[in-house]
């Protein structure tokens, strides 16, 4: 249904309801992808999903619904039901809804169609075939994957706005399983197919996996660590709503009331970056319509501004940074550490001694983002005279984000984004840590 | 939901493109959310999940095509891609005819949560949260929600299965923050059931809020708890999350069908304690992980996977029963519509053992009692899993003492399950959401107090 035509019909269910104001968000996500197992393709599937979500103003509240069915039946529903909503909250909207910004930052090129099922499959086939050749101690149980995913957005309003994006990625999936004897790992990549060659990722994850063999714990004490960057960027991730000002105002993070205050290190400087060119989706406005834009959130240590949306900048007094995910919650948009000035091997000469950590498991569950503590189960390399001597598994990595922003000693020089998410990082040497191991 | 007619027109579509197997799988869901936090009402929010899910086999090859456009030209393209995708047309197809089945509904609903209005529900929950709130001054915030999820789905394949299911489940989450000031720490409470709002006639609003706000309280006090190997008496309720990740997660076909497990090739051995038997029951009447039929339209069941030690079964799909040359044990699930079924858990327990609760605490000398866990995950071929504690104290000569706080368990899993070596009584089960390749689902874990003799605590001090 085109957008004209849903935009008319929730209209009048909107004033049909008694809504006051009305928003309409129209997301699609189709993906296409395949799947080998040994010498096969094993899966091929497609996916059409998404919906509409429909805000309704009613008495200055809001109340939402949203529906996956894109129908005029569903659009006149969800309206009824968003104003029935928005007639049971307590709590009165603290702006009126978005007429638009100035000017919206657009990509173009951004959307690609989706590769066809044949070469999507033959792509596949041929990374299975490159890995399986890449050892000959790979074994059965080793996946590779092509997928595709097209993303389509539209967001509008009463209030006038009317925009819309759309963007596309293609990406390569590894993961590959390793034994030898009584000793057997896996590893895995996902890497968008623009980035690299088949056997750039391919190499790189077998390496990886084989370089787990005969991996052992170390002994329990503090260690001087440097987490790489995929480990980093999983923690970034796990932390950043301690960074949002809805956290801020309901005293959930403890960076409450500490702009301007020093929060880390002097070498730490933590950007959001909306359009950092290799991250997935450059969208030019954010969950209320507002153009996004870069901000330093950390800037040599200190702590410059939180990420509001329009919510709670005007309960906090300040201006929105364009960080909305809807009207009340708030998200990065491309957040990364700044790089420092350390190549990998200079930064393991830097530390001399301790591990260096390639992954952090268990996040969801083991990372307290109201204390900031963490443990996780961790594994990586052992570095004696700033070399890796050997790998490292069962072991748990124990500290607090805050304190490991205080305590950050070095920086690697080069940022690298996770293929889809909008989180970035580059290596980080933190200085005595507490491992939990034998 | 779709026409008979017409699910049975798309799996012929299927069939004609060469799969000897079709399945089509027709959602719709009404998830509806209430939102607490800062004393108030704060969102409130319905959704409709509603798509179709279509799926041939060929051999051990799948194809799988979702779409959320149910007109029966959207539906007939979802059927055509999944048929082009498979590339070998045939004109002769085996006959077959849809024959309706209709489940025994063994989870009765009292009170559907949508047919409450819902200033009733944002009160119930206006209680909980509120409770929260007046056990201390220490307690500075408090968020919560209600969500009630009403699922119906029909599903159809080539062999002329035609049978539908309506899930109804309702969970009350509190999260309590309490601060001295310098420090924040949380305590949360989350029960849910598949039942309607009667959930919160047996277990009542308040308990949930006080319980979330003395877990706080408790963390607040707690010192940094210390780290190497040590002995660990788990608590019953979600402590259960030992299994369903050191073990659990090794036993779906997912894994186990492609060699990726570390159980493959163990049926009839030995591999955990004598004292351990282990069940995955998806029949337990309202229980949170329950399902009258399995998401492939298999009459549910209760499986025992490990009897005094011995591995007696996996968890099976359809296509993990082909892959693994057995029979499915209804073990199929799926988030929605959009995610292809695979092997998954439901309700799994560590059965009552043979020793008593206060005997396992008065066994360590120096260890820790894990009163509540959080969530953890695992990798089934490594079998390395990790899961947090919730709540914690050390234990000292055969005493429980202060609390600690920031420590995970960690470990093999194949290890772990062979040193659980005490078992006591008090079985209790907690629910929890499972994720994994077919998305996330309802699951209840469980066990009794039970006791591992040894595993790597890792925490601060």
């Known amino acids: 249904m085109q957008n004209e035509k849903l935009k008319a019909i929730v209209a009048e269910a909107a004033a049909r309801f008694g809504a006051d104001a009305y928003e309409i968000r129209i997301s699609t996500t189709e993906s296409a992808g395949a799947e080998a197992l040994k010498d096969e393709i094993s899966t091929v599937t497609y996916a059409l999903s998404g919906g509409m979500t429909v805000r309704c103003v009613k008495n200055g509240r809001s109340g939402y619904a949203a529906s996956e069915l894109i129908s005029e039946e569903a659009a006149a529903e969800l309206v009824r039901q968003a104003c029935a909503n928005a007639e049971a909250i307590d709590e009165e909207d603290a702006v009126p809804l978005f007429e638009g910004s100035d000017a919206y930052e657009s990509r173009e090129g951004e959307a690609e169609a989706l590769p066809s099922a044949e070469e999507l499959k033959a792509q596949t086939l041929q990374l299975q075939k490159l890995t399986y050749e890449a050892s000959d101690r790979i074994v059965d149980g080793t996946q590779c994957q092509v997928k595709g995913i097209f993303v389509r957005d539209s967001f509008l309003n009463s209030a006038g706005l009317d925009l819309s994006y759309e963007c596309s990625r293609v990406i390569r999936v590894v993961a590959a399983a390793v034994r030898e004897g009584d000793q057997a790992d896996d590893d895995y990549s996902v890497v968008p197919v623009a980035k690299e060659t088949p056997e750039e990722t391919v190499n790189k994850t077998v390496q990886s996996a084989l370089g787990k063999l005969g991996a052992d714990t170390v002994d329990s004490g503090k260690y001087d660590i440097i987490f790489d960057k995929a480990s980093l960027r999983s923690l970034l991730e796990t932390y950043a709503s301690v960074f949002s000002a809805r956290s801020a105002y309901l005293k959930t993070t403890l960076l409450a009331g500490k702009e301007g205050e020093e929060v880390a290190a002097p070498c730490v400087t933590l950007v959001d970056d909306p359009f950092w060119a290799d991250k997935f989706g450059h969208c030019p406005y954010d969950g209320e319509g507002v153009a996004v834009r870069t901000k330093k959130l950390i800037e040599n240590g200190v702590l410059k501004t939180l990420l509001y949306n329009r919510m709670y900048a005007k309960l906090l007094g300040r201006e929105t940074t364009g960080n909305a995910a809807g009207a009340r919650n708030i998200e990065p948009k491309g957040l990364y550490i700044a790089p420092g000035a350390y190549a990998e091997q200079a930064l393991l000469e830097h530390m001399g001694s301790g591990l260096y950590i390639t992954a952090l498991n268990g996040l969801h569950a083991g990372a307290n983002t109201q204390s900031g503590d963490f443990s996780l189960q961790a594994e990586g390399w052992l570095v004696e005279d700033g070399k890796k001597v050997r790998p490292v598994k069962n072991i748990t990595v124990a500290d607090n984000f805050f304190r490991i922003l205080k305590k950050v000693d070095a920086i690697g020089d080069t940022v690298e984004f996770d293929a889809v998410s909008d989180f970035g990082a580059p290596e980080l040497l933190v200085k005595d840590v507490s491992v939990s191991g034998r | 939901m779709i026409e008979k007619k017409l699910m049975s027109d798309l799996i012929a579509i299927v069939l004609h493109g060469g799969a000897d197997f079709a399945e089509v799988y027709c959602e719709y869901s009404k998830n509806s959310r209430i939102g607490y936090a800062d004393r108030k009402i704060e969102s409130i929010s319905d959704q409709i999940v509603s798509g179709v899910g279509i799926r041939g086999f060929v051999g051990t090859k799948t194809f799988f095509a979702s779409t959320t456009d149910l007109s029966e030209s959207g539906l007939r393209e979802c059927a ?382």
């Open chain 2, 80 to 461: 055509n891609r999944v048929a082009q995708a498979i590339g070998s047309p045939v004109d002769r197809i085996p006959t077959f005819s849809l024959v309706e089945r209709i489940p025994t509904n063994i989870h009765p609903v009292k009170t559907v949560p949508q047919d409450v209005s819902t200033a009733v529900r944002a009160g119930l929950l206006r209680a909980g949260c509120g409770k929260a709130y007046e056990a201390d001054e220490k307690i500075i915030q408090v968020s919560g929600s209600l969500v009630a999820n009403d699922h119906s789905f029909v599903v159809a394949n080539s062999e002329g299965l035609y049978t539908a299911d309506r899930q109804i489940r309702t969970r009350m989450a509190v999260s309590a923050i309490a601060s001295n000031g310098a420090e924040n720490q949380e305590g949360s409470c989350s029960p849910g059931r598949s039942m309607g709002l009667e959930l919160l006639e047996m277990i009542s609003p308040e308990s949930i809020g006080e319980e979330a706000a003395r877990q706080a309280l408790v963390n607040l006090r707690a010192v940094p708890c210390p780290s190497g190997l040590m002995p660990v008496a788990i608590e019953n309720g979600f402590g259960g999350v030992i299994f369903h990740e050191a073990c659990g997660h090794s036993l779906e076909a997912t894994s186990v069908a492609i060699g990726m497990s570390q159980m493959a090739g163990k049926l009839g051995q030995q591999v955990a304690n004598p004292k351990v038997t282990a069940i995955d029951d998806g029949t337990i009447a309202n229980a949170w992980g329950s399902c009258n039929i399995d998401d492939e339209g298999e009459p549910m069941i209760r499986r025992v996977l490990i009897e005094n030690g011995i591995l007696k079964s996996y968890m099976i799909d359809r296509l993990g029963a082909r892959r693994m040359g057995m029979a499915s044990t209804a073990s199929a699930r799926r988030q929605s519509y959009a995610f292809e079924p695979t092997s998954r858990m439901t309700n799994t327990y560590i059965a009552n053992g043979p020793d008593r609760n206060e005997d396992i605490i008065a066994s360590i000398e120096n260890g820790i009692y894990c009163a509540a866990m959080g969530g953890g995950s695992v990798n089934p071929f490594t079998g390395a899993f990790n899961f947090a504690v919730r709540e914690g104290y050390m234990i000292r000569n055969g005493k429980i003492c202060e609390p600690v706080r920031g420590a995970s368990l960690i470990g093999t899993g194949s290890e772990v399950i062979q040193k659980i070596d005490m078992v006591g009584n008090n079985l209790d089960t907690a629910q929890g959401m499972c994720g994994s390749s077919s998305g996330s689902v309802p699951t209840d874990v469980g066990q009794p107090l039970l006791r591992v003799s040894e595993i790597t605590v890792g925490g601060q001090a």
